[in-house]
């Protein structure tokens, strides 16, 4: 913490990972520390988008400054990558999907147990109104009442469609 304020550092800064490096910079109860992501276009990106890009995974998770690392990488990277952050004292927000199994969940669970960080799974639809409107239906007990269908409608990338992607 810096002061009153949680210290976040990024992993990914991929498509999910740019929007979520503007929403933190952005939030002033947060101090953004910097981005990591393998790729270099990617890490140009951040230096272009005015971040501290740190120079590796190592040096973003060794930086006792970090409260928080958010995830936002390839899905089937999110589960090694979460590892690391507790190992290193860190709390952990996953994109979507968190893992790829039940068993990879267990050893989130696991984890937690053992090294009593915070892991959790970034939600950002709960704000909306097919949500809120299942949430009030079942706060009434009304949910056998009615089924509310919900449909996003985006694009997904082709290299995305395998592992994911943040």
Do not use: C
Not at 61 to 82: E, F, G, R
Not at 113 to 119: F, T, V, W
């Amino acid at each position: 913490m810096e002061g009153e304020k949680v210290v976040y550092g990024l992993i990914g800064y991929g498509g999910m990972g740019g929007w979520h490096a503007e929403l933190l910079s952005k939030i002033e109860e947060i101090v953004f520390a910097g981005i990591w992501d393998i790729k270099e276009e990617a890490r140009e990106r951040g230096l272009n988008h005015r971040f501290h890009v740190y120079e590796s995974e190592e040096a973003l998770l060794s930086d006792k400054k970090i409260d928080v690392i958010l995830v936002a990488t390839p899905n089937d990277q999110h589960l090694p990558i979460a590892r690391r952050g507790v190992m290193a004292g860190k709390h952990v927000v996953l994109e979507k999907p968190a893992v790829l199994s039940s068993e990879e969940l267990q050893e989130l669970v696991m984890l937690r147990r053992i090294y009593g960080k915070i892991i959790t799974v970034h939600q950002n639809r709960r704000w909306d109104d097919d949500y809120l409107t299942v949430k009030k239906g079942y706060a009434k007990k009304k949910s056998s009442e009615k089924f509310i269908g919900s449909k996003a409608e985006y694009t997904v990338p082709e290299e995305f469609r395998e592992i994911g992607g943040g």
